[in-house]
């Protein structure tokens, strides 16, 4: 996609965005680390990929998923003695939440692009939606920190707000089209850079766009990555490209500052019939 922060839109409404690795945070890195040194604490060793794993879940499924996980399983066996169980759930998740309350904001900085992208989106008359898979806790330690380097959005729901659940279910994006008053979920994109993300804009019935280099898919920083050759970078796009693409992608682009043309495309798609 060609790179550009003018929008041509006659018929798309709205757009969901996720939070780390699509609008802040480039490579998913303060979830990812913060899950390795939770576990770490209770003598499991957990390596970045499987961290990356479930991510997209909220974190409560989140670690449930990596408790689920064979090695991990047999891991927390040895150490205790036992099979892990809710109580076990509760308990990485009680050490988990203040670690990550403490350091999201090490990880906040917009992804190149998101601002200025979002303020073409908002002069454009599109109505901008948001959930994460981070609780409210830490939410609303990220949200002053990002609106402070320009990323301003309409709505946000965070992973522990809805009874209904969070992803893959389509509970938040769907949440985002009732709080924000769209009137046609045909008409809405969810932008997400996990697979699960993008598994919940379909089930809501959205366009769906993922993000193959900017997040959780590759797991690197801006500045690691641009320290890569480019058949390196290559390899790496192709293999998220596919993840995201079985996982229900419309569109897959490199990153939230590619999004100007994937919108376009989708728009031109919705004017000749197309619906997702």
């Given at each position: 996609?060609?790179?550009?922060?003018?929008?041509?839109?006659?018929?798309?409404?709205?757009?969901?965005?996720?939070?780390?690795?699509?609008?802040?945070?480039?490579?998913?890195?303060?979830?990812?680390?913060i899950f390795v040194e939770a576990f770490a604490s209770?003598?499991?060793?957990?390596?970045?990929?499987?961290?990356?794993?479930?991510?997209?879940?909220?974190?409560?499924?989140?670690?449930?998923?990596?408790?689920a996980d064979p090695a991990l399983h047999a891991q927390?066996?040895?150490?205790?003695?036992?099979?892990?169980?809710?109580?076990?759930?509760?308990?990485?998740?009680?050490?988990?939440?203040?670690?990550?309350?403490?350091?999201?904001?090490?990880?906040?900085?917009?992804?190149?692009?998101?601002?200025?992208?979002?303020?073409?989106?908002?002069?454009?008359?599109?109505?901008?939606?948001?959930?994460?898979?981070?609780?409210?806790?830490?939410?609303?330690?990220?949200?002053?920190?990002?609106?402070?380097?320009?990323?301003?959005?309409?709505?946000?729901?965070?992973?522990?707000?809805?009874?209904?659940?969070?992803?893959?279910?389509?509970?938040?994006?769907?949440?985002?089209?009732?709080?924000?008053?769209?009137?046609?979920?045909?008409?809405?994109?969810?932008?997400?850079?996990?697979?699960?993300?993008?598994?919940?804009?379909?089930?809501?019935?959205?366009?769906?766009?993922?993000?193959?280099?900017?997040?959780?898919?590759?797991?690197?920083?801006?500045?690691?990555?641009?320290?890569?050759?480019?058949?390196?970078?290559?390899?790496?796009?192709?293999?998220?490209?596919?993840?995201?693409?079985?996982?229900?992608?419309?569109?897959?682009?490199?990153?939230?500052?590619?999004?100007?043309?994937?919108?376009?495309?989708?728009?031109?798609?919705?004017?000749?019939?197309?619906?997702?």
């Amino acid at each position: 996609m060609t790179r550009s922060t003018s929008f041509q839109l006659h018929h798309l409404q709205a757009v969901v965005f996720d939070w780390a690795g699509t609008l802040v945070d480039h490579g998913s890195l303060a979830p990812t680390q913060i899950f390795v040194e939770a576990f770490a604490s209770f003598g499991v060793e957990v390596t970045m990929a499987q961290a990356r794993g479930p991510m997209g879940l909220s974190k409560r499924d989140h670690i449930r998923t990596l408790l689920a996980d064979p090695a991990l399983h047999a891991q927390w066996r040895h150490r205790f003695d036992r099979a892990p169980d809710a109580a076990d759930v509760d308990g990485i998740y009680e050490r988990f939440m203040p670690m990550q309350i403490a350091r999201v904001g090490e990880h906040s900085a917009p992804i190149a692009g998101a601002v200025e992208v979002l303020g073409a989106l908002r002069s454009a008359g599109l109505k901008i939606g948001s959930c994460s898979g981070y609780p409210r806790a830490v939410m609303d330690v990220l949200l002053p920190q990002a609106l402070a380097d320009g990323v301003r959005v309409d709505h946000v729901v965070a992973g522990d707000e809805l009874a209904a659940g969070g992803r893959p279910g389509p509970f938040m994006a769907l949440a985002n089209v009732l709080a924000l008053g769209v009137g046609d979920v045909r008409r809405c994109v969810k932008v997400d850079d996990t697979t699960p993300g993008i598994e919940e804009g379909r089930r809501a019935g959205m366009w769906t766009v993922g993000l193959s280099l900017s997040g959780n898919e590759t797991g690197l920083t801006r500045e690691a990555l641009q320290a890569l050759d480019a058949d390196a970078v290559q390899a790496l796009r192709a293999a998220a490209t596919r993840r995201l693409l079985d996982a229900g992608a419309h569109l897959v682009i490199d990153s939230v500052a590619d999004l100007p043309m994937a919108l376009e495309a989708l728009d031109a798609r919705l004017a000749a019939g197309d619906r997702p």
